[in-house]
Every structure is written in C-alpha cells, then in structure tokens.
C-alpha cells in the first residue's frame, strides 16, 4: 500500500464511535478496541493503518469471488452511470429480466421464476408468504402453519425470526407468528463429532415430520423451511439422507419445501446451489449474499414453475402477488449480480470449490486435538471449529479467539458463541488455506 493510501485510509477513521448501533455486535466491547476495515481487493481486507488481514469469512459468507473485483466493479460504475433507478413496481429494466434468466438456469429442474429483494431475511419472508399465498390461491387457505427448525437461521424478519430456532433471536421479541411449529436440529456431537462432511447418523431425525404432520394435520401446514447446511449456528451438515427423507415426506402430504441457500448458493458448497449437491430440489430457493458477491445488497426466491403459472390466474389488469420491495431488482444490484455469475462462470469458481474440498477438509481437520477442541465439521469451503465454553463466561473464548485472530494474527474468523467459523471467499489458494488453519492453531493455543 502507497503512503498516499494509507494517509487516505487513516484520514476515514471516524473520531466518534458512540452514534452508530452495530447489529450483532457487543457494541461497547467493540469500540474499545474497534476492527475497522477501510479497503479491500481479493483475499485481503486493509486496516486503516494499511495492516492486511486476510480474509477467512468472506465477509459475512458473502463475497464469493474475493474482494473489489475488477469486472464487478467496473460494472456498478457503469450502471450507476446510465440508469441509478426504475420502478420496481408497474415498470422495470432489462437487466432484471437478464438477471432472472440467469437464475433460473442456475437453478435445479424447473425452479425458473425469481421474485427480487435486497437481503436474506426479505427472500424468507417473502418465500414464506409466497408459501401462503399460494395456498390460498389454489383453494387451501386452510394451510397457514410454517415448520421451520431448532438451530436454523433465517434472518431477522419476523417470519424469518418465528421459523428460525436460536433461543436469543426469538426470546426478546414477543410472539412472533402463530402457527409455527420447529423440526429438531440435527446436531448430535456424540454421534457425530468430527465427521468428515456430511455425516452418517441423523437421517431418521427428518421422519420428525411425519410427527409434525400427524400432530396438526397436512391440511393446515403449508411450508417446511430449512438450511440444507445450516451457517450460523455453526455449520451442521446435514445428515446423509436426511434432505431426501424430508422431500418425501413433503411431497407426500403436498408441504411446500423451501431451502434457505442465502449461504449455501454461489459456490459456497461447491455448486450454484446445495440442492445440486444434495440432489434434492425443493420447491423454493432463497437466496441473496453470493448472488452479487456481496457488493450490493440482492436477495431473493427462486419458484417452481408450478407456484408461478398458479398464480397467473385473475383478471390481467390486477397484480397477482401483493408483495415487492422499492428496490427489488435494484439496477446496480442487478448489475452487480450479472457480472459475479459471469465471474464465477469465466473462473469456474464453484468447480473450484469442489475441487479445494478434500484439502480444506484435511486442513481443517488438522486442528483435532488442540486444547479445548470439542468438534470440526466441513461442508464445501465451510469449517467451523466447537471450543469448550470457559466454565463462568460463555461465549468468550470464541470472541477472544476472533479478536485475536483480527489484531495479532491478521486473519478474520467469525466466532458464534464458543464456535469459530471460517468461509473464505472461493479464490482462496491452498496455501492461504493453511496460512488460515496455521494461525488460527496459535489462536487457539492462546484462549487456552
Ligand atoms: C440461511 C440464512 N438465511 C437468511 C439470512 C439473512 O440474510 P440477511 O442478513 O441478508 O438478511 C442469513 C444470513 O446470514 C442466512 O444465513
């Protein structure tokens, strides 16, 4: 970095920490000692005093194809430059209708209708009232009740909130929706620990629905709502056989299943989306992150041809869904989007995932038998690492692990309680790969 650019850089370090609310964050912890990122390209963030820090969590799992990339760049400049706004609703442009093609011949079998938002939260929110409304057009407005999981995260709307299943998310925020009911998660670390991917036991937790079902009955549920991986409680792969189980169960009492791919589409477990991986084809996708290499926010739903051409019915003069977002379809986010697909098509980055796998799983897998080391699962270029709690503070060895990663070792984790997880961008090398799993050994060491 230039002396220009680190003058530059440390001239936008604020002199006021106090105005700004940072979500999920211990906020008085963090401007004690603030992580501040002023540049990024590639593999690296810049701190402002020009220090890199390479970069193990793409952002929050969503800067796929690494940082400031030229050709993403160069075209939110050139958007922005020639149209910076249309009308989401009663006009558009043709970069939305481009965008929704592309999707749909990302996505699996015939997924091939996208309705846009701009994050994870509104593409759960929106798939769930899709989910709804579909019902009820097709005269079964009966099924109103959404099952989502224990230890799903499906961001922070209120439905998304509801059918998540992580107690400090929910417990502070009232009722919620009604009518939701929660499969168990699939986590079992005595039968699972240290599994190599996706692991053998827990299939048979899917036939819990078939529990749900006789328990409320098909006819008042419409929609089954999990992560094919779940992220944010800390990577939990799920088990073999266990997504299969659960289409079955679906299809056979006509439940609408909808994977939540906000992470796990664009590459991040080696393929456009995890249905491919899994084969198994759900009857909505939700995305967002990856979908612009999280350069703009983007989200949104990918449906079966089925749902739509259920809806394309009335007179022709009236909406047929009354849902939508200002910025659905967000020129610059549609942009931004067309060129991250073409990026990861011209560098073949999710082969490229596939490819790196064995050796990031190995890599990972090396940090076995460090202190407090409880569990390591992998899922594509995922990793998350259980530390054992501190016995009066739980939580804290996970956060000091992650601050000391950020200002001794300049590398950047993500700690969810005592579990730490790593989800680089997929142009990691291999030996970035170890340079990360190095460093954060001699984290670990040091939370010891
Ligand atoms: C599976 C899943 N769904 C939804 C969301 C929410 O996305 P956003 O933060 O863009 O609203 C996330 C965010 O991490 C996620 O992992």
Redesign the pocket.
């Known amino acids: 970095m230039s002396l220009a650019n680190i003058r530059d850089a440390a001239a936008t370090v604020p002199n006021d920490l106090e105005s700004f609310w940072i979500g999920f964050t211990p906020n008085r912890a963090f401007k004690k000692a603030p992580r501040l990122i002023v540049r990024a390209k590639d593999m690296y963030y810049y701190r402002p005093d020009g220090r890199a820090v390479l970069d193990g969590t793409a952002g929050?799992?969503c800067t796929n194809a690494g940082h400031n990339r030229d050709p993403i760049v160069q075209a939110i400049q050139r958007q922005a430059a020639e149209l910076d706004y249309a009308p989401a609703f009663q006009f558009s442009h043709p970069k939305a209708f481009e965008l929704a093609s592309r999707l749909a011949a990302l996505a699996p079998a015939d997924l091939d209708h996208v309705f846009f938002c701009n994050?994870?939260?509104?593409?759960?929110d929106t798939a769930l009232k899709i989910a709804l409304a579909y019902h009820n057009v097709r005269g079964q407005g009966a099924r109103t009740r959404l099952i989502g999981r224990e230890r799903g995260?499906?961001?922070?709307g209120f439905g998304?909130t509801a059918v998540g299943g992580i107690v400090t998310n929910r417990k502070y925020f009232g009722a919620l929706l009604a009518g939701v009911d929660h499969l168990p998660h699939t986590y079992n670390r005595e039968k699972q620990a240290f599994s190599r991917g996706e692991p053998e036991w827990g299939g048979h937790l899917a036939d819990e629905l078939e529990r749900l079902v006789a328990l409320h009955d098909a006819s008042t549920i419409a929609a089954v709502i999990v992560?094919p991986m779940a992220?944010?409680t800390g990577v939990l792969p799920p088990p073999k056989g266990y997504l299969q189980r659960l289409r079955a169960i679906c299809d056979k009492h006509a439940l609408l299943l909808i994977f939540?791919e906000?992470?796990t589409g664009f590459g991040r477990l080696g393929h456009a989306f995890a249905a491919e991986r899994y084969g198994v084809t759900p009857d909505m996708i939700?995305f967002?992150?990856g979908v612009t290499s999280g350069a703009v926010p983007m989200?949104g739903v990918i449906v079966r041809n089925d749902i739509y051409r259920t809806f394309m019915q009335g007179p022709e003069h009236v909406a047929e869904l009354f849902h939508g977002y200002t910025y659905s379809a967000h020129p610059l986010a549609c942009a931004a989007a067309l060129a991250a697909i073409e990026l990861y098509r011209q560098e073949g980055l999710f082969q490229r995932a596939r490819t790196l796998e064995p050796m990031w799983m190995d890599a990972a897998m090396g940090l076995k038998g460090l202190p407090n080391v409880l569990d390591i699962r992998t899922s594509g270029i995922t990793a998350a690492i259980d530390l054992a709690p501190k016995p009066d503070a739980v939580g804290r060895r996970g956060y000091d692990a992650m601050e000391k990663a950020f200002h001794e070792h300049g590398v950047m984790v993500r700690n969810m309680g005592d579990t730490l997880a790593v989800t680089p961008p997929l142009i990691v090398s291999e030996s970035q790969v170890a340079e990360i799993f190095d460093k954060l050994a001699r984290v670990i060491r040091a939370v010891a």
Do not use: C, F, M, R
């Open positions: 929050l799992w994050s994870g939260s509104e593409a759960v995260y499906h961001g922070v998304g992560e992220g944010s939540d906000v992470i939700t967002a992150k989200g």
